[in-house]
């Protein structure tokens, strides 16, 4: 255990004493690092005697021709390094917080990121922000919405409502919905295709968001229950349902982000009604408590990105 005295000596010892012994180090001579600090000879001299003092090791031998390290002096030296290094590193940090230029950013959404919005939006981010951890979290909106009530998410991206009433919500952008198809298909001769054309089809859905919403889409579409296409709800990510229209047990839905994920013998058409394509539209919700200034800048890129964002506040 060390002794009193010792701690002591030690809490004596400040940063700006090690920068000074650093900087004698470096330039060989007191004089002369004092003259390159600005500051008087005799200030820089008794810093570093202080120093000595409060270690109780003696870093600098002392002559005419300047001053250099003893054997103990050179082991402090290496240290006082490293701890200015880490210092210097823990200022830094903190200030990119603070500006939003380093941190941390959770971003949930239920959509591909395969092409679209979000994977531009995705890709300037961290081009701008290269030191921000973005980390990804793709589930359900349920899921998503208490993540984003417990912190762990720091802003959704997502189609639809988020059951939080204290959330800020802003639109973004909206894509269209497509109809995925095997390349031989009928319909896959049709640069377009419409509602209607489903009536006869096997809609392969995935149980998984944005699934669901595709479904109660294509019922809002087709009122009548004798329009509707035979509807097959498969417990599957949206990669599987694109393996099941390849191997022609069905057709499917899929928002227009998911067409950058591209599948042999697969082939997208737009789906229409009477009135053009039809569309969803995406929000990016955050709790209004939520003060991560990486936050602050990924907000700041929908802005500038989306105006919508601006005007709606």
């Not at 103990?72 to 006082?80: D, K, P, T, Y």
Request: charged residues 25%; contains cysteine.
């Amino acid at each position: 255990m060390m002794d009193q005295p010792r701690v002591l000596r030690m809490h004596a010892v400040d940063l700006k004493q090690l920068r000074f012994a650093v900087a004698a180090a470096d330039y060989g001579s007191i004089r002369q690092a004092a003259e390159l600090l600005s500051i008087r000879h005799s200030i820089l001299s008794r810093s570093i005697r202080q120093l000595e003092h409060g270690i109780g090791v003696t870093v600098f031998e002392r002559s005419g021709g300047g001053v250099k390290p003893t054997p103990a002096g050179r082991s402090v030296l290496r240290m006082a390094r490293l701890i200015l290094e880490q210092v210097d590193v823990l200022v830094a940090t903190a200030k990119s917080n603070g500006r939003g230029e380093a941190g941390r950013l959770s971003i949930g959404f239920c959509t591909s990121i395969s092409a679209g919005n979000l994977r531009a939006t995705l890709t300037e981010f961290k081009k701008r922000h290269p030191r921000i951890e973005v980390a990804t979290v793709e589930r359900s909106r349920t899921r998503l919405a208490t993540a984003l009530r417990n912190g762990t998410a720091d802003v959704l991206i997502v189609t639809g409502d988020v059951p939080l009433p204290d959330n800020n919500v802003h639109p973004l952008w909206s894509e269209r919905i497509l109809v995925s198809l095997p390349e031989d298909h009928v319909l896959a001769t049709r640069t377009v295709v419409y509602w209607t054309d489903l009536r006869n089809e096997t809609v392969l859905l995935s149980q998984h968001d944005p699934g669901r919403e595709l479904e109660d889409l294509l019922i809002s579409k087709l009122v009548s229950p004798a329009d509707r296409p035979k509807i097959e709800r498969h417990d599957v990510s949206r990669g599987i349902i694109k393996s099941l229209i390849s191997m022609k047990l069905g057709i499917s839905l899929v928002l227009e982000s998911d067409i950058g994920a591209g599948f042999a013998g697969l082939v997208y058409r737009e789906l229409r009604d009477g009135t053009g394509p039809t569309r969803v539209d995406f929000s990016a919700h955050w709790r209004a408590d939520n003060d991560n200034p990486a936050l602050d800048s990924f907000l700041k890129l929908l802005t500038e990105r989306y105006p919508l964002l601006a005007s709606g506040e």
